[in-house]
């Protein structure tokens, strides 16, 4: 009796387990998009999707996503998702420099209680030259100003009429 009552507390205990191990499905990347410029750096941005099926202990089911650039991390960061939907959530992440040329692209992955449950190893945004320089707001402010006081001069300017 002793015997069959420890293999079934054993059973539960490592129920329990199992079910605390199990991880959200449906794991994907859409949207995915972005740019590497010559000097100015390069961005990342898109969507991660999953299903949440486990409780983490918070009443969520938490995956960690990260993005990686020749062995270095560049950016982690948890979504917390609703249990039984699914769960969408956006990146839009800015890095100064070129994509290292150790490896072809970023490495984007994400992770469920620990365990890599899909991954980009290469994610190359398009190349594209540095975008032209745009005017600082004190350059629009005089812009408009000048435009103000140049309509404003002409509004007022009296027209005379001579007769013969």
């Given at each position: ?96 420099g070129l994509i290292k040329q150790g490896a072809a692209g970023v490495g984007l992955y994400l992770y469920d209680n620990g365990a890599l449950v899909l991954s980009i190893g290469n994610y190359n945004p398009p190349h594209l030259p540095d975008p032209g320089a745009i ?30």
């Amino acid at each position: 009796m002793r015997k069959t009552v420890l293999m079934g507390a054993a059973a539960f205990v490592a129920l329990g387990v199992a079910s605390q191990a199990g991880a959200a499905t449906g794991f994907s990347f859409e949207n995915l998009g972005g740019a590497e410029y010559d000097t100015i750096g390069f961005n990342i941005v898109g969507d991660a999707v999953f299903t949440g099926d486990t409780d983490d202990g918070s009443g969520t089911d938490d995956v960690t996503f990260e993005i990686w650039d020749d062995g270095t991390q560049l950016f982690s960061t948890s979504f917390a998702g609703v249990i039984g939907v699914e769960n969408t959530f956006h990146f839009d992440e800015w890095f100064p420099g070129l994509i290292k040329q150790g490896a072809a692209g970023v490495g984007l992955y994400l992770y469920d209680n620990g365990a890599l449950v899909l991954s980009i190893g290469n994610y190359n945004p398009p190349h594209l030259p540095d975008p032209g320089a745009i005017p600082e707001p004190a350059t629009w402010a005089m812009l408009v100003s000048g435009f103000a006081l140049a309509g404003a001069a002409m509004r007022t300017r009296r027209q005379r009429v001579n007769f013969a």
